[in-house]
C-alpha cells in the first residue's frame, strides 16, 4: 500500500449542498445544488478526493436556467451526475421552471447542452442509473401516489425506464419505495447502484434537518421488491444531541477508486450555538461491505474529521494539466484566500455567483476595475438586483471592497453585503455620502452605525462566529450578532455569500460603480 494521504472534512466548505459525485478512471466529479443563484450547479473535479478544483458550472448560459420570480431557496433543486459511454449525464429538477431535466457534455468543462425536460417525470431530486443491458433508469421521488400525500414529507420513490434518445420516461413509472421507517418523512435524494449481486437504492430521510439520514434497502430485481437494510439508518448524527459540532447529515452519493476503496459524500452542517450561517457543506466518509450491506466508517459510525485515502496527492495548482493551471487559475481553489484586483482580470472566475438572470450590461472589466452598475432592484427584491458575490467558507473571516463613489447618483447604494437571503442580509452600504451598517431581519433594516464616506471608500465586514463588525476606510460603524442570517431563523436551503453591490433602489440609472479590489480572507 502506498502512503496513505487524508481528506479534511468538510472537503467542500461553504455553501455547497446536496452533493453529487461520480469517478471517471483517475477523475471524481462532484456536483452541488444552487437554488436561485446563476450560474447553476457548481462542478468540482479532483484526482485524490482530497484537492478540488471548479471547473465550471454545469449551467452558465440563461437559455439553460430560467431564473425568473424564484425564491432563494427555489431554482435549482439537487443534481445528479453520472457518467457512460463517453458522455456526462445531469439530471436536476428546476422547482420554478420546467422541473426534471437533463443536461449532457463529453468534456465536463463544458459546453454542456440545452435542457432537455422530462415532461412525464413528477417529483424532485431524481437520479440516473446505466445497467449492464444498456437501459437506464430514471429513479425520483413524489408525493404518495395513492391521492397525494396525507401528512407533510409523505412521498414515494419510484423508478421509471427512460429514453435518453427521446427524452422522456417509457413503460409506466413504479413506486418502490416509501422509506425505511414507519411513516417517515421525505424519502428523498435517492441513487441506484448494482453491486453484490443487488440493486441497491441508497436514499435521505427526515428532511434536510435535524433528523436527517442516509438509509438504503436492495432488491434482486431494479422493480424491487426492494427490503430494508436492518442496520438503518447506515449514517446519521441526529441521534448525537443538539450540540454535535456536525448536524443534518444525509444526501449521500458514493464512488469506488481504481485501488477498490468505497467513499460516500454527504452533506452537514457546522452551526455554532444551534445556529448554521453557512448552509449545508459537503463532507466524505469511507464504507465498506459487510454482509452484502454498507457500513460507513467502520468502527466509528460518524463523521471524522479525517479521512484517510489510498491515492496518490494531486495538486490542481501544480499540476500543468489541470483546469486551474490552463485557465491561469481563472478560478480560485475552494475554501482559500480571496484577492481579486480587477483591474487585471479578464474574466469573473467560475466561483462568482450572480441572482438569477441578470441583463447583460450589470457589469463589465474595462482594465480599471469591475464596473457594476446601479440596478432598479434592491437586495431585497426577488428579481435581479447588481449583486456579484463568493461563498462564505469560514466561521471567522474578513472581506473587503474598494470602491469610486464618485458616480453615485442622489439616492443610489454601493457597497458590500453578506447575504443569506433578500429578507436577510447584512450590509456596510454606501448612499448619499454616508457609510452605513445595516441589519436587515425579516425585511427590516436597522441602522447600526454609520460615517460620512466620499470618493475612494474600503468597505470591510469582519465576521467572528456568530459576531460581526462593518469598517468603513478603517473605522468601525459598529456591531452586531448574524443568528438571524442562519438557516435555523431566515429557514431555507442556502447558506450565506458575501458580495459587491450596487442599487438605485427602485430608479432607472446608468451609474456604474467602479470596484477595484475584493478580498476574503479566512481564519
Known sequence: MSDLIFAKNPIMPGFYPDPSICAVGENYYLCNSTFAYFPGLSLMH??????????????????????????????????????HDGVFYVICTNVTHGGNFIVTATNPEGPWSEPHYLEDADGIDPSLFFDDDGKCYYIGTHPNPDGGAKYNGDWYIYISEVDLNEWKLVGGKKDVWNGALKRCIWPEGPHIYKENGYYYIMHAEGGTGPEHSVMICRSKDIWGPYEGNPKNPILTHRHLGKDYPIKYVGHGDIIKTPKGEWFMTMLAVRP????????????????????????????????????PIDLPSWDPEKDPTSYTCRTGHKTTIPGTDKDYVFSSMKELGDEFLFLRNYPDDMYRLDGTGLALKAGK?????????????????????????????????????????????????????????????????DGNDEVIGSAEASGSVKIGIV????????????????????????????????????????SANGKDSDTYVNFTNFTYTGK
Open 463 to 502: 465576521v467572528d462566529g456568530l459576531k460581526t463588525k462593518v469598517l468603513c476606510n478603517g473605522k468601525e460603524l459598529g456591531e452586531a450578532t448574524v443568528e438571524a442570517l442562519s438557516t435555523e431563523v431566515a429557514g431555507g436551503f442556502v447558506g450565506c455569500c458575501i458580495g459587491l453591490y450596487v
Open 46 to 83: 479532483s484526482k485524490d478526493l482530497v484537492h478540488w478544483e471548479q471547473i465550471g458550472n454545469v449551467l452558465d448560459r440563461h437559455s439553460q436556467l430560467p431564473l425568473q420570480g424564484a425564491d432563494h431557496s427555489q431554482g435549482l433543486f439537487a443534481p445528479t451526475i453520472r457518467y
Open 272 to 307: 455554532l450555538n444551534r445556529y448554521t450561517t453557512m448552509g449545508r457543506e459537503t463532507f466524505l466518509a469511507k464504507f465498506i461491505w459487510e454482509d452484502e450491506w454498507p457500513v460507513v466508517n467502520p468502527g466509528t459510525g460518524i463523521l471524522t474529521k479525517m479521512i
Open 377 to 441: 432592484d434592491d437586495i431585497k427584491a426577488v428579481a435581479s438586483p447588481s449583486y456579484i458575490s463568493i461563498r462564505q467558507q469560514h466561521h471567522h473571516f474578513v472581506s473587503t471592497a474598494t470602491l469610486d463613489t464618485a458616480s453615485l447618483k442622489d439616492g443610489e447604494s454601493a457597497g458590500l453585503v453578506l447575504l443569506q437571503n433578500n429578507l436577510y442580509n447584512l450590509r456596510g452600504e454606501i448612499t448619499d455620502g454616508q457609510c452605513r451598517m445595516i441589519i436587515c431581519k
